[in-house]
């Protein structure tokens, strides 16, 4: 991969814009095997939901801001992760996992790489939080308000100061959770034929039907 230069991720031709509004900007990179991205520049706060895994390698050529998983991504499979990288340079994400870069305060650029070795495209989608001020790295927020009296604790996956992200199964969890007072909510269908529909209702604008989320994956409450 040529180090020289690079392009806003608004700009990068893997990561494509599926949906955006004055809240959030939702696209998805698409990193068939062996394929690479162009050095590129994060600097929203991006939360990063895998609809399709596989083993990936970065460049990393300024900024350092670390991923925080999701709950789900327990701790041998970090280690497992720190394990790979060190042995062979890639790290595989699993399919439905979710993490945090807080890009906003610690800007990063970097380069994507697939491993030869996948054997279907890298679907990583990300969605970038664009009407908040810094964020505290990501730190799960103290105060109490309506979005979290109204959240079941066994859902949620991560607790960041722009969102409450949480794991749904069903159309009838779905529809108890667009029911919430929040900003906006943000469904990401991440199993079966429905897999990376999304869903979005609140200010803004909408985009999408919840009939094409209705399987499982992840509801993104906005606070």
């Keep these: 991969m040529e180090r020289e230069g690079w392009v806003p991720v608004t700009e ?3 990561h494509r814009e599926l949906f955006r509004n004055d809240l959030i900007r939702v696209y998805m990179a698409v990193l068939p095997p062996g394929s690479h991205t162009e050095y590129h520049r994060h600097d929203q706060d991006t939360l990063y939901i895998v609809i399709a895994g596989g083993s990936s390698s970065t460049d990393t050529v300024e900024g350092r801001a670390p991923y925080r998983f999701g709950r789900s991504v327990v701790l ?3 280690m497992a992760m720190l394990f790979s990288r060190a042995l062979c340079g890639y790290v595989r994400l699993p399919t439905g996992s979710a993490m945090f870069m807080a890009n906003r305060s610690l800007p990063i650029i970097h380069a994507v790489k697939a491993a030869p070795g996948n054997t279907s495209p890298m679907l990583l989608m990300g969605i970038e939080f664009l009407s908040r001020g810094p964020t505290s790295a990501g730190r ?3 105060s109490s308000d309506n979005i979290s009296n109204m959240v079941d604790v066994r859902t949620v996956e991560l607790a960041i100061e722009q ?3 949480m ?3 069903g159309i009838e969890e779905l529809r108890e959770m667009l029911n919430m007072s929040a900003r906006g909510i943000l469904a990401v269908a991440v199993s079966g ?3 990376g529909n999304i869903f979005y209702a609140g200010e803004g604008g909408g985009t999408g039907a919840i ?5 499982s994956g992840f509801v993104v409450a906005l606070t």
């Design 12 to 14: 990068e031709k893997n």
């Design 76 to 78: 041998w499979r970090k």
């Design 140 to 142: 799960p927020r103290e």
């Design 163 to 165: 969102a409450f992200v």
């Design 167 to 169: 794991r749904y199964s």
């Design 193 to 195: 034929m429905a897999a």
């Design 211 to 215: 009939a094409q989320v209705a399987t």
